[in-house]
């Protein structure tokens, strides 16, 4: 029996040591925002079901992420297993070989039930090429106090117009609470997005239909102008540094009367653990100006896998438990319903306890209503909601919201951003040969 015991104890070590030397780990980039910082809390749900994979995070803030994954996969460095890429980057990045398909996610996954809107945008000729984490419109976060000693009522579909006017009534800066929030800080991403989902309901455009910069025409210049004018008037200081954290960060302390910003916001500011005014916020659709199109976007944060990685296996392996039904659970199991990632799969919003969570008709209904192939008044060469679904965008955009940032800071002019803009966008045009 000792003898018998021995070789057991013996053949166990060996066991634990193959499985050392065998066990993978797997580096992961991917966004500072909240839910992303969950789900780090939870991986060890994944790790003890899969005991041969390691995990590595590399958590970086938004405009960083994207420029360290896009200079990583496009010079194949392979530093990453995982990357958390968004709806912009997937089918270029796809067309261009760089990321391994999901189409084997494993019996359970059911790659059929995510949203038809997000699961489009994340494919190519019907191949998912990343798994979304969270899907995210716009819409409008608002204080009912404050709207209510301003003596109005948010519509559920409300105009600019209408967003101005409360605004500039709930603002009392002496009290540094300021009627509106919305993103100033730079980037193609961050202020870009707002701004280009903003233009498209004010009838402006990126280019017409032969791919001429649209930014010499008045559409522009209301928008530009209209954003700038609000924030002055309405805004928190310091907004041409804030992004979706800053913003939400004032909102949660009670400084914002409204944010309008993505819909996967509204679990963090009805919080009541870190939220002031939880039990105060009302939602609403993101504006429109009567034109036919709402300031919304469309948006996923995804999990996607470079086609440079050496553990592909074990990279699907926990993209498919990332972003599975039985995640959707697990957060609602320890973080409650409210805290589920929003936006990925109809069994979410057919499921009973979710449809009792105050925003979650509201983010679908936004969700549902942006239309990235025919996101602006008068049509259109590109598709995207808040960007344009071609490899220059992004440096692009970049460039010009560095431009706008700096009309907001009142370093420049609306005119001279706009004319920098279109000076910007004619020579990155006349280099991608979309233009003679």
Not at 125 to 132: M, N
Not at 276 to 304: E, H, I
């Amino acid at each position: 029996m000792k003898l018998n015991a021995g070789i057991l104890t013996g053949a166990t070590a060996l066991t634990f040591l193959a499985t050392a030397v065998c066990a993978e780990t797997l580096t992961i980039a991917t966004v500072n925002n909240g839910d992303m910082v969950r789900m780090q809390k939870l991986t060890n749900d994944f790790t003890s079901k899969n005991p041969g994979i390691d995990l590595e995070w590399v958590t970086l803030e938004e405009n960083v992420l994207r420029q360290r994954v896009t200079t990583d996969i496009a010079t194949k460095g392979g530093q990453y297993d995982v990357m958390t890429i968004g709806t912009y980057e997937v089918p270029i990045w796809a067309k261009q070989d760089w990321l391994i398909a999901l189409n084997d996610m494993g019996k359970d996954y059911d790659a059929d039930d995510i949203i038809p809107a997000i699961r489009d945008g994340l494919s190519v000729d019907g191949t998912l090429f990343a798994a979304p984490f969270y899907g995210e419109s716009s819409m409008v976060m608002y204080r009912k106090d404050l709207m209510d000693d301003a003596g109005l009522e948010m519509p559920d579909a409300p105009s600019w117009e209408f967003i101005a006017n409360a605004a500039r009534e709930m603002t009392d800066k002496d009290a540094e609470v300021y009627g509106i929030c919305l993103r100033g800080k730079a980037g193609w991403g961050e202020n870009m997005a707002l701004l280009t989902a903003t233009a498209n309901s004010f009838g402006a455009r990126w280019f017409d239909m032969d791919w001429k910069p649209q930014f010499d025409t008045k559409p522009w210049k209301d928008t530009l102008d209209f954003y700038i004018d609000l924030m002055n008037d309405a805004g928190p200081p310091g907004a041409p540094s804030n992004g979706f954290n800053e913003n939400l960060s004032l909102f949660q302390s009670g400084k914002c009367g409204m944010w309008i910003d993505a819909t996967v916001a509204a679990s963090f500011v009805t919080n009541p653990k870190d939220s002031k005014v939880a039990d105060k916020v009302g939602f609403a659709l993101a504006p429109d100006n009567g034109l036919g199109k709402r300031g919304n976007w469309l948006w996923a944060w995804s999990l996607a896998i470079p086609s440079g990685t050496e553990k592909a296996e074990a990279a699907k392996k926990f993209v498919a438990w990332a972003t599975s039904k039985e995640y959707l659970a697990l957060v609602a199991e320890n973080e409650g319903w409210a805290n589920v990632p929003p936006g990925t799969r109809t069994s979410l919003y057919e499921n009973p306890e979710y449809a009792k969570v105050p925003f979650a008709k509201m983010t679908l209904e936004s969700i549902n209503s942006a239309d990235p192939t025919k996101p602006t008044v008068d049509p259109v060469p590109y598709v995207g909601v808040q960007f344009v679904a071609i490899p220059e965008f992004q440096g692009l955009a970049t460039a010009i919201g560095q431009q706008f940032s700096a009309a907001l800071a009142g370093k420049v002019s609306s005119e001279q951003a706009l004319a920098t803009a279109q000076n910007l966008a004619s020579r990155e045009m006349k280099r991608g040969g979309y233009l003679k």
